[in-house]
Structures are given as structure tokens and as C-alpha cells.
């Protein structure tokens, strides 16, 4: 569903992906792990489009994307939730929710999408004409990526979703990763946690100083514990 060929990114005079290659297949969810500045979340915003100067193969479906604005490339199935996870302030939970469905076929039915994401999310079912800036850190976590999939995207890629979220949020996230997969949404995940992230994965990639150094099944990621030391602990 993903190919990514000889990617480089740049910002400004500072080359961050030195020829990246990976790929994601339809179904599986994908961890992209490695210490912070590595190049993870370069990888993504260079898929989303977000990067301004980027060279190589980015394949979405069979299909060249580099050169499509970040809309377009959303518009086709591809959905991004950032680590900062963006909520506007000013809204409801439900009308963050909307804003997922501006540019979407399903626009139109947008009560059944809120049910339906409301039926996933309990915790998002009693805040949807709520502030979204009081909620909780996790649980606008969980509004960002419910605001995500509100489209029913093809893939989903998301940056370090756990981050400063309780144990308690980040299992409940995880275990609707899960339900995600078995939907058959795609999911390419950047995750510290990669312990966790592993335990849901299909495969993983890891980056190290803008490059892939390694690449396998997350069972044999698990098993291999000087793999992780060297290029995963903090």
C-alpha cells in the first residue's frame, strides 16, 4: 500500500533522511522506532507532505504522491495524527470531530460517523459537547486520532500517540489500535514504547541518523534485546 524509495528530506541546509526505504502493506500495522532524532516523525510529515524539500519514491496505492499538497494526499485515504495531536481550542469534541469530515465522502453522514466513533470511544461519548481544550492530555490523544478515522482513511500513520499519557489511556489506545488493524485500517506507528508498540505489530523498521538499520518481524524485534539497547533505549 506504501512504498517509500531512497527518501531524503531537508530542513533547510540540514539533511535528515539520508535514502530511507520501507513499506507498509495493506492490513498491517508497522512500528518505526529509533532514539529521538532519528528521523521518525521526518518520515511521516515527508509522506503526509508536510516537508517542504524531499526527494526519492513515495508510493501511495501504486500511485506517486511527493509531488500532492497534504490535502490531496488526504483525500486519498491517507491520514496523519501529530504528536502535539493539534485540537482546536475553541470547539466542542464533537465539532473536532467534524473537522475530520470537511473533506470526506462521508460528510454527509455525519451522525452516524460521531455514533459510531462515540461507540468506539467511551470517554469521547461523554465530552462531545464539551470544551475539547478541558479534556485531559490522553484523552484529547484519543480525540485527535478519533478525528482521524473519522474519514475511515486507508492508512493511518501516528506519532508517538503515548506520549505523556497515563497507563491506564495508553492501554485503552492501544487495544483500539488493535480493533483498527482488525477493521482493516493500515497503520504505520512511531512509538517510544516499542515493548508495547511490538506487541501489536506486525513488523518494524529502525532509525538510526536518518537511515533504516534495521528491519524485521516484531517478533524477532522482541527477541532481541541488543537490537533494542543500541538503537532504541533513551
Known amino acids: ?23 507498509v502493506q ?11 532524532g532519528a528521523g521518525k516523525t521526518t518520515t511521516v510529515k515527508s509522506v503526509a507532505g508536510l516537508i517542504p524539500k524531499v ?10 504522491i511527493l509531488g500532492l499538497p497534504a490535502h490531496a494526499r488526504y483525500e486519498r485515504g491517507l491520514a496523519y495524527v501529530p504528536e502535539e495531536r493539534r485540537i482546536v481550542p475553541g470547539l466542542t469534541v464533537r465539532e473536532n470531530i467534524r473537522l475530520g469530515l470537511l473533506a470526506s465522502p462521508l460528510r454527509h453522514k455525519e451522525a ?5 466513533i462515540a461507540e ?28 482521524a478515522v473519522a474519514s475511515k482513511p486507508k492508512l493511518v500513520m501516528l506519532d508517538e500517540p503515548s506520549e505523556g499519557i497515563m497507563p491506564l489511556l495508553v492501554e485503552e489506545m492501544f487495544r483500539y489500535f488493535t480493533q483498527l488493524k482488525e477493521n482493516g485500517v493500515t497503520i504505520l506507528l512511531i512509538e517510544q514504547n516499542v515493548d508495547l508498540a511490538l506487541r501489536i505489530a506486525d513488523r518494524a ?24 539497547e543500541r538503537y532504541c533505549s533513551v
Not at 523498521?205 to 522482541?222: K, N, P, R
Open 112 to 116: 452516524q460517523v460521531i455514533e459510531e
Open 26 to 36: 495493506r492490513g498491517e500495522l508497522v512500528c518505526l522506532v529509533g532514539r529521538n
Open 120 to 147: 468506539t470511544f467511551p470517554r469521547i461519548r461523554e465530552r462531545l459537547d464539551q470544551q475539547a481544550i478541558t479534556m485531559s492530555g490522553g484523552e484529547q490523544q484519543m480525540l485527535a486520532i478519533a478525528r
Open 55 to 64: 526527494q526519492g519514491l513515495v508510493e501511495f496505492e501504486g500511485e506517486s
Open 205 to 228: 523498521y529502525i532509525l538510526d541518523q536518518g537511515e533504516v538499520v534495521y528491519h524485521g518481524t516484531a517478533e524477532e524485534m522482541l527477541a532481541d534485546q541488543a537490537i533494542q
Open 1 to 23: 500500500m506504501l512504498k517509500i524509495e531512497n527518501l531524503h528530506a531537508w530542513y533547510g541546509a540540514s539533511h535528515v533522511l539520508q535514502g530511507i526505504n520501507l513499506e
